[in-house]
């Protein structure tokens, strides 16, 4: 797990260090299980895949009754761009294409929130597309 402030972030990794990342991204009631069938053929397609856990799903933190914080998509991005940065080791600064970073959603509309919220955290994101694991030899 990842503590992300004071709360505790549960994610997988799959695949080898050094490869290409992937971060998959479940929908509103899910977890990364929901990735469970797609993480090994992403992996074995020469990807890192991350699976995380956002703030109130999954094994992550549930309840933040008394911690000041507001689940929503800017939160949510807010936390997404902190675990590029300290977990997959993604400095936006590092790299020089957005395109070495690859970010799965399991909707256009989930993809578009974070997109909107992203862009106002990292500065120099050019691009961000909602893509299905087919692309990358995965399927459910």
């Known amino acids: 797990h990842w503590i992300w ?6 994610y997988r ?6 490869e290409k990342p992937i971060v998959l991204i479940h929908g509103f009631g899910a977890s990364c299980d929901h990735w469970r069938y797609n993480a090994d053929p992403l992996a074995s397609n ?11 799903f999954g094994r992550s933190d549930q309840l933040l009754q008394g911690k000041g914080k507001n689940l929503d998509n800017y939160f949510w ?9 300290e977990v997959v080791d993604y400095t936006f600064s590092k ?6 970073l690859h970010i799965i959603f399991p909707n ?16 120099n ?8 694991v087919e692309k990358y030899g995965a399927v459910d």
Do not use: W
């Open 5 to 10: 402030g004071k709360l505790n972030v549960h």
């Open 13 to 18: 990794v799959t695949g080898n260090k050094g």
């Open 108 to 123: 256009r509309r989930a993809g578009i929130y974070f997109q909107k919220a992203l862009s106002k955290k990292i500065d």
């Open 125 to 132: 994101v050019k691009s961000f597309v909602q893509e299905t």
């Open 46 to 56: 020469g990807y890192q895949v991350y699976a995380i856990d956002l703030i109130g």
């Open 77 to 85: 991005a807010k936390q997404l761009a902190a675990f590029l940065e």
């Open 95 to 100: 790299y020089k294409k957005f395109e070495d």
